[in-house]
């Protein structure tokens, strides 16, 4: 019985200490090493911003404090300043002025009136378009001619539109479900062209506002005169309900209208573009962000785009915020004269070729703070597929829809340089409602949607750091 007893421990100690050899093959370290998980990481960035997020409080400042910040004017230097002051606040030590030239064109005093037949005059709301010539403080008169259809353009014969006023009453298609593919479709018609239609021998063009409300804000649009222009003639723009029932009266009888705007160009001056970034801690290729600094000359911008620039600006906090170690350098451009030129991303893009700095990827925000639906890929399908395969990342937050391809806003330029270029996409059907109009207010926009769209900007700019 001893022995039996002395020979199982042995037995025993023997069996166990058997047990410990193979563990010493597979150390403790293989098995406790943390793959980074990407559901763990959306999370911390989408509690930090819905939690703590400044950007709502941010765009109050900048659509209350600033005001307007069109180009070439006083606001546009307080919004400057106003921006480099925010992101110093959060810890931001690059940041830096790009000057760029900008056009000076001022509205001034703008009136329209219409008399149909022997009637009175009658004043309707209306906008010059930006950089439009004006009247020279003088009433410009003449018969209102109207025209909808390109067919009905080149049915004319020469001479007939000569010293006339030409009407287009030419509405956003609500059939298209896209209201930015509307919107596009409808901006690239000839028929709001004031080159085209000068052409005719009309002395001035009006056009029905392009917005999906059915109110009688007029809402602005830029005009491009093209250099070989013999006259420049005035182009302006009224209100959806104006323009249904000037429509109306010119079915029935003749309409003249008295058109008077002091709005002149007086040249160049330069703005700046406002960069600012976290700098790399493996390499110095560049993650951009872009938004544009601008707005109308009459308008907060708050959708357009002051949601752009405080997400951006949010980004960037989001991460000094959460100590995250950025494998790229994380850059954001506040671009200048986006409204009515487009000068501030043509010098960005200048800039990136000149130094030959090399950008893995740009993300634009300029469609409004509304829920984020997803990102326009504008990439290389190899690209596009990475992408793809990060969607269970998403979806979580609402963010599904990849499947677009155009993202055409101040980053657009960038695509020259063979640089992946994304969009975020919000949901799209109130953002013409306020677009380019006195209505694109604080008030229009939510707080929870303005920072979901922060927290997938944040997330997306993760991965292709991560990744890319």
Not at 166 to 176: G, R
Not at 223 to 252: F, H, N, Q
């Amino acid at each position: 019985m001893k022995k039996i007893f002395i020979i199982i421990p042995l037995f025993l100690s023997g069996f166990l200490f058997s047990q410990k050899k193979p563990q010493k093959k597979n150390p403790l370290k293989k098995t406790t090493v943390a793959k980074f998980n990407y559901h763990d990481e959306f999370k911390k960035i989408s509690d930090e911003i819905m939690t703590s997020g400044t950007a709502y409080d941010n765009l109050g400042e900048l659509t209350k404090g600033v005001g307007s910040r069109f180009s070439a004017t006083p606001g546009y230097i307080k919004a400057v300043e106003w921006a480099e002051k925010k992101l110093k606040d959060i810890g931001i030590e690059m940041i830096w002025r790009q000057e760029v030239k900008v056009p000076v064109w001022i509205r001034g005093r703008e009136s329209l009136q219409i008399k149909a037949g022997n009637g009175d005059w009658k004043n309707i709301r209306m906008l010059s378009f930006g950089n439009s010539e004006g009247t020279g403080g003088k009433d410009l008169t003449g018969e209102i001619v109207l025209i909808n259809t390109t067919s009905e353009l080149n049915a004319l014969s020469v001479g007939q539109l000569k010293d006339k006023i030409v009407f287009v009453n030419l509405p956003m298609d609500p059939k298209i479900i896209n209201t930015s593919d509307s919107y596009l479709i409808t901006a690239k018609s000839k028929l709001i062209s004031a080159s085209v239609i000068a052409k005719t021998g009309a002395k001035a063009l009006i056009i029905r506002s392009l917005t999906t409300a059915s109110d009688d804000t007029p809402h602005a649009k830029m005009v491009y005169y093209e250099p070989d222009d013999k006259v420049k003639i005035p182009a302006l723009t009224i209100g959806a309900r104006s323009s249904d029932e000037l429509e109306k009266l010119l079915k029935k009888q003749k309409v003249t209208a008295k058109l008077n705007m002091s709005a002149e160009s007086k040249g160049e001056t330069t703005n700046p573009n406002i960069i600012a970034e976290i700098q790399g801690k493996k390499d110095s290729k560049v993650i951009v962000l872009g938004a544009q600094l601008d707005s109308w000359d009459f308008a907060e911008g708050a959708h357009d785009d002051g949601t752009g620039v405080v997400q951006c600006i949010e980004v960037l906090r989001t991460f000094k915020a959460l100590g995250y170690e950025n494998n790229h350098t994380i850059r954001v451009v506040l671009y200048a004269n986006s409204e009515n030129g487009g000068q501030g991303r043509e010098m960005y893009a200048s800039y990136v070729k000149k130094k030959d700095e090399k950008h893995v990827f740009a993300l634009g925000t300029d469609a409004g703070g509304y829920s984020p639906r997803g990102f326009s890929l504008d990439m290389s399908p190899q690209r596009r597929k990475q992408i793809f395969e990060w969607k269970n990342y998403f979806l979580p937050y609402g963010v599904y829809d990849f499947d677009q391809t155009d993202a055409i806003q101040d980053i657009s330029p960038l695509k020259k340089l063979d640089i992946p270029l994304a969009e975020l996409v919000v949901d799209p059907q109130r953002y013409f409602d306020y677009h380019h109009s006195v209505e694109d207010t604080f008030d229009k926009v939510s707080k929870r949607e303005l920072l979901l769209g922060a927290v997938a900007m944040t997330q997306m700019i993760l991965m292709v750091d991560k990744n890319w």
